[in-house]
Each structure stands twice: as structure tokens, then as C-alpha cells.
């Protein structure tokens, strides 16, 4: 899978490029790349927002801004390029982020993220160079980068290998394996702390019986969103 992630700021991905999980993932082939959208903006100075139309406080992120931006990366007329590949455009007013859509742009072989700033992007960023606007969840972060790694993380250890083991991402809160549901409760020793037991099924050694609990907890669990 390829993944870039358009953004102002660079920076932020130097330590996330570090991380375990994503060299795991690069190393089987995998890639993540960071583009500067400052870098080919056609406007003097380095220039990429403006005021808004209308009116009223802050900047917006000029569409033209990041036509050339998509234009000097994919090598095409960008209108056609939610067509040809996932480009997701980060905006708190999107689409949930969920495990569902991370399976989805897991089984993508090619993703965009567009990371915004200021008041965020210009509508038609949205509409005409998106194929998606997904959010993080119901609040107002500073710029998409945080929203960006966010999705990277869940999508990239969904990818077979990133994990240290196999079965780590199968069976996880939300996954299809638990039927949506949250995952059960893990304990590891010691048995007893202050006077609180590990549940008796899981010191059992009956397989079955620890898998039937585990269902049942899974189940029983209320879910941590509403
Ligand atoms: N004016 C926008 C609004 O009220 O919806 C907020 C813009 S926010 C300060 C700047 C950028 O951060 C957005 O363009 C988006 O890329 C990113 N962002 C902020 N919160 C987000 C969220 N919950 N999910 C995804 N992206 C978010």
C-alpha cells in the first residue's frame, strides 16, 4: 500500500515515520511519504490560504493551492484522481472514522491524506479533489497532521505484518471477529492485587470455556462511544 499525506507541516510525521509499526510496515514493502503542500503552490511567497468569501475570521486553503500540490505528485489532471485512488480530505465535519472505513482504506492500494489548516480547506477541495472526508470524531483539532496519523496508525496495522503478531489486529475491539463489539477484558499476573482475583474461568486452562467467557464480556461490554 502507498500512502501520502499532504500537509503544511512535515515535521509532525518525522517521529510518527519512526515508529515501529510503520517501519514494520515499510520494510514489507509498504510506503508512507510526506508532501509539503507549501512546496508547489503557485501563489508568490509561499502563499496556500486567503480570506474567506463572505467574510468573517481566518484563512482558508486555496483549491488551486492544492490542485498543484495533487498535479505535481500524480502526474494527471487531479479532477480525475478520485476516481483512480482513495484521496481523503481530513475535516472534523466528515465522515466518522470507524474500524469499518480503516478496513476499507486498508484494502486501498493507494491513499491520499489532505491534512487542513487555519479554517480549513476551500469547500471544493471536498467536493472536486476528494473521493472522501472523513473525521476523527466530533471536535476541532489545530490542523489535519494529528487526524492523519490517526488514520495511518489504524489503517497501517491492519496491513498483514505490521504487527509483531498475526492474530493482534483480528481480533480487536470493533473488528468483524467480535461482531463489532468491544474486545474483552485481558488480565495478566499477578492472579491477586489487593484483594482483586483475575476472573477463575481464565486460570482454568479450559479453552473453551475462556473463549465462550470472552464472547459473553465482549458482548455484556457497553460500547465506548454512543
Ligand atoms: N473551521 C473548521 C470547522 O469549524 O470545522 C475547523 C478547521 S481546523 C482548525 C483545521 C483543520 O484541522 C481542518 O481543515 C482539518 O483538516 C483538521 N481537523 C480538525 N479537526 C478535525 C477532526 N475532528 N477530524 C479530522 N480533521 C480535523
Redesign the pocket.
Known sequence: MKIDVVTLFPGWFAWFLEQRHVRNAEARGHRLEVIDLRATTPLQGGRVDDTPYGGGA?MV?RVDVVEAALAERYRCDPLELPEQRRVV??????RP?DDALASELADAPELTL????????DERVHERLSSDV???????????EL?AMVVCDAVLRKLPGALGHAESATEESFSAALEGAPEYPHYTRPATWRGTDVPEVLLSGDHGAVRRWRLERSRARAPRLP
Open positions: 481566518g486553503i480530505a481530513l475535516a472534523p465535519a466528515g472514522f489532505l491534512c487542513g489548516r487555519y479554517e480549513g480547506f472523513v473525521s476523527v470524531g466530533p471536535y476541532v483539532l489545530s490542523g489535519g487526524a
